[in-house]
C-alpha cells in the first residue's frame, strides 16, 4: 500500500512540474514609484549583492555613498559598511562594523570622513584606510572646523588637528556627555554640557569665553546629558529652552519642541505633540503645521519616525507606517506618499538614535526604498 502511494506523489509531483514548463515565462516589471516632480530624476538602483540583505544607515558624503549594511550569517544578522562611488558606479572599498560609528555622529570634509568607535579615526573616503587614529573613552560628539576636529569624550574637549591627527588642546573636567557645535561665521567652536558651556576659536582651539553660571537658579539647567540640544546663529536650543550665546549672563526663553531637522533659511522643523511644524527661527513664530495620516489618507495619525532631510525646496520624512512623505519646504504641501518595502521596525526609537533611510545633496538624492536596493534621484 505505501509503495502505490509513493508512486502516486510521484506522479503529481511530475505532473505539476510538466505543466509549470508549458506556461509562457513573462516579464514582468515593476514600475519605480514617483517621488518627486521633474526636477529629480531616478538615474541609477544600486543593488546589494549577496551576502548583504538591507541596507539600515546611508550617508551621501560627496560622490560618496556609505552604507551599513546587514550581512545575514546562520542564526545570526552582522553589520559592515560598504562606499559606493556615483562617478565611477563602482562598491569602492568596505570595512567591518566596528570600525566605523554612526554614534554619536559622523563628520566628513573634501577628503575624509570622521568617526568614534572607541578609538577616534580620520578614514580615507574614496579608499576606506585609516590616515591617522587616537584612543578615546567614550565620545559624545564631533564637529570639526576648516582644519580642527572637536570632540566631546565623556568629561572632556579634546581638540585635535584634521590633518595630522596631532592633540591639539584639551579640557579637562567639562561636564558630562559634552556637545560640541561648529559655527562657520563666526569661527568658533561652542561645547555645551550638563554644567558647563565653553566659546573656542575655530583656528587654533584656544578657549575664548567660559560660561560657568549654568548651575544659576535662573537657568538651570540648559540641557541634561539626555537632551537634544541644536545650535543656529549663536544659539543654543534644548526642548523647550533657548540661550543666546556671547554674553556674560545666560537668559531663559521659553521654546516649542524638539528639533529634527537642519536649518534651511531660518526654517528648522520641529515635532510638537506629534505633529510636523515649521518653524521661523528668526520672526521666532510658526510657518505652518501638518499631521501626517496612516497608509496615506485613512484618517488615522502616523507618528514621525525620523529626522526630516532637507533638499531645498522639498522636505522628507518617514512616519510610523513605512511611509515616506515628501513635502514642499514653504507651505508643507505634500508632493507624494511612498509605501516603503521594508520589514524593519523603526518604532519607539528616540528621536537621536533615528536610524537613516534617506540621504541627500545639492545634486543627489538616495533613499532606501526596498530592503537591499538603494534608489539615486539626480536633480
Not at 53 to 80: C, E, G, H
Not at 174 to 195: C, E, H, L, M
Not at 229 to 246: I, P, R, T
Request: proline share 3%; aromatic share 14%; hydrophobic share 40%.
Amino acid at each position: 500500500m505505501g509503495i502505490f502511494l509513493l508512486i502516486k506523489r510521484m506522479q503529481v509531483v511530475f505532473l505539476t512540474l510538466f505543466l509549470a514548463t508549458c506556461i509562457p515565462i513573462q516579464n514582468i516589471s515593476v514600475e519605480q514609484p514617483k517621488i518627486f516632480n521633474d526636477d529629480y530624476k531616478l538615474v541609477e538602483t544600486i543593488e546589494l549583492d549577496w551576502p548583504y540583505t538591507w541596507a539600515q544607515d546611508i550617508y551621501l558624503m560627496n560622490d560618496t555613498i556609505l552604507v551599513r549594511a546587514s550581512i545575514r550569517k546562520p542564526f545570526q544578522f552582522i553589520y559592515q559598511w560598504i562606499a559606493y562611488d556615483l562617478k565611477t558606479r563602482q562598491w569602492i572599498w568596505s570595512a567591518r562594523a566596528g570600525s566605523i560609528s554612526s554614534y554619536p555622529n559622523i563628520v566628513y570634509d573634501e577628503q575624509k570622513l570622521y568617526t568614534d568607535s572607541w578609538r577616534l579615526k580620520a578614514i580615507d573616503l574614496k579608499t576606506g584606510e585609516i590616515v591617522w587614529d587616537d584612543a578615546i573613552n567614550a565620545a559624545s560628539n564631533i564637529s570639526i572646523s576648516e582644519n580642527l576636529l572637536f570632540v566631546g569624550d565623556k568629561y572632556k574637549i579634546l581638540i585635535y588637528d584634521k590633518e595630522s591627527g596631532e592633540l591639539v588642546a584639551k579640557d579637562d573636567d567639562i561636564g558630562f556627555r559634552p556637545r560640541t557645535f561648529y559655527d562657520p561665521q563666526r569661527n568658533w567652536f561652542v561645547a555645551i554640557s550638563d554644567k558647563n558651556i565653553s566659546i573656542y576659536d575655530g583656528n587654533s582651539g584656544t578657549l575664548i569665553q567660559n560660561m560657568n553660571n549654568i548651575n544659576d537658579e535662573t537657568f538651570k539647567p540648559i540641557c541634561g546629558s539626555w537632551q537634544l540640544v541644536a545650535y543656529w546663529d549663536g544659539k543654543l536650543f534644548c526642548e523647550n529652552k533657548n540661550a543666546e550665546l556671547g554674553k556674560d549672563f545666560l537668559q531663559r526663553k521659553e521654546y516649542i519642541g524638539y528639533w529634527v531637522s537642519k536649518v534651511s533659511d531660518n526654517m528648522v522643523f520641529l515635532l510638537k505633540e506629534g505633529n510636523l511644524v515649521a518653524y521661523d527661527l528668526l520672526e521666532e513664530k510658526i510657518l505652518w503645521q501638518r499631521t501626517f495620516l496612516k497608509g496615506g489618507n485613512d484618517g488615522q495619525q502616523a507618528f514621525i519616525e525620523s529626522k526630516v532631510v532637507l533638499f531645498p525646496p522639498y522636505g522628507a520624512v518617514f512616519t510610523s507606517d513605512a511611509y515616506l512623505h515628501v513635502f514642499r519646504l514653504n507651505d508643507g504641501e505634500e508632493i507624494s506618499s511612498t509605501r516603503m518595502f521594508s520589514k524593519r521596525n523603526i518604532e519607539n526609537k528616540s528621536t537621536e538614535y533615528y536610524p537613516d533611510f534617506i540621504a541627500a545633496d545639492e545634486e543627489y538624492v538616495v533613499i532606501t526604498l526596498e530592503d537591499n536596493k538603494l534608489s539615486v534621484y539626480k536633480r
